[in-house]
């Protein structure tokens, strides 16, 4: 072979594995990226649409028959999945005042209840579900007015229609808005966590 020839290959060989390096570098980038962009999307979500204890929400959800994108949707508009004590004393996850613990505890036959049991997110999703439950129950399945009720007080949406309550005959601006939150984030986890839910 001649010089030339040889210069030529040594030439083409560089050449190729010069390609192969770019490509491995590029690929090595990519992923980089999709890690990095992977990462930034996990943030986002964790911070616009946050799902915790999903075991527990399908758990609770089950047994009470209770859509489980309902919990998570109260979950999210009561304490946007951070155990948290409002300054009306309403606590956990669910945000359950120490009346309405109690009076859930009578209902459900939970005799060895104590208030620091709500800031367990097992005992607080088990609470606001069954709750949520009750609501439902007495007010005829209309969702509308369970969450008002969730949030006003059973005897304050009695007055305002009770179980022919719809969303525009809630007069209360706060509790309107707290029913059309959950409402919506009740859509946003159907469609993001379908898995995680247990939807499939």
């Known amino acids: 072979m001649s010089r030339k020839r040889s210069r030529r290959a040594r030439t083409v060989r560089r050449r190729r594995l010069a390609a192969a390096a770019a ?17 930034v999307d996990d943030a986002i979500q964790e911070l616009t ?18 859509e489980p994108a309902l919990v998570a949707g109260m979950i999210y508009a009561e304490s946007h999945f951070r155990d948290q004590t409002s300054h009306a004393d309403a606590r956990g996850l669910m945000q359950i005042t120490p009346d309405t613990a109690r009076f859930i505890a009578r ?5 060895e209840f ?21 609501l439902l129950d007495a007010l005829d399945q209309n969702e509308v007015a369970a969450l008002a009720a969730y949030n006003a007080g059973l ?3 009695e007055e305002w229609g009770g179980a022919d309550l719809e969303l525009d ?5 706060e509790t309107r808005s707290y029913v059309e939150r959950v409402l919506e984030k009740q859509e946003d986890y159907r469609e993001t966590y379908p898995r995680e839910l247990g939807y499939r």
């Open 23 to 39: 490509v491995a570098v590029a690929g090595a980038a990519a992923a980089v990226a999709l890690g990095v962009f992977g990462k």
């Open 49 to 66: 649409l946050p799902l915790r204890h999903e075991d527990i929400i399908r758990q609770e959800a089950a047994q009470w028959d209770v």
């Open 169 to 173: 005959d809630i007069e209360f601006g």
């Open 107 to 111: 209902k459900s036959h939970g005799t």
């Open 114 to 134: 104590v208030l620091e049991d709500l800031s367990d997110p097992d005992v607080n999703i088990a609470y606001g579900t069954f709750y949520m439950r009750y």
């Open 155 to 157: 005897g304050n949406v």
